[in-house]
Nanobody
Framework: QVQLVESGGGLVQAGGSLRLSCAASGSISSINVMGWYRQAPGKQRDLVAAITTDASTNYADSVKGRFTISRDNAKNTVHLQMDSLKPEDTAVYYC?????????????WGQGTQVTVSS
């Protein structure tokens, strides 16, 4: 059983910053790609940023230059530093990880954390 637990969401004014964190726990052999997705009301869930085991990163165009993803492989954690936040960044943010456990690959999701940016 693998669990992802997010923290760090909240309410912030436009131009402000937030840092999201996600910790994976359970019977974990390894974790491949880790990432953050977001879903605004009435919209689909979209990729925000992803990072591989060797720290290669990928960002949505809308967050490039403002958000930074990082991970700690030893602690099975991934972080999303969000700067210069805009009202359009308001969404529920979900952590995602490709977790290998007992030779099985799991596409694991966190429960989501709300980020609200006021104008």
């Amino acid at each position: 059983q693998v669990q992802l637990v997010e923290s760090g969401g909240g309410l912030v004014q436009a131009g402000g910053s937030l840092r999201l964190s996600c910790a994976a726990s359970g019977s974990i052999s390894s974790i491949n790609v880790m990432g953050w997705y977001r879903q605004a009301p009435g919209k689909q869930r979209d990729l925000v940023a992803a990072i591989t085991t060797d720290a290669s990163t990928n960002y949505a165009d809308s967050v490039k230059g403002r958000f930074t993803i990082s991970r700690d492989n030893a602690k099975n954690t991934v972080h999303l530093q969000m700067d210069s936040l805009k009202p359009e960044d308001t969404a529920v943010y979900y952590c995602n990880a490709e977790v290998v456990s007992a030779d099985i690959l799991y596409d694991s999701w966190g429960q989501g954390t709300q980020v609200t940016v006021s104008s």
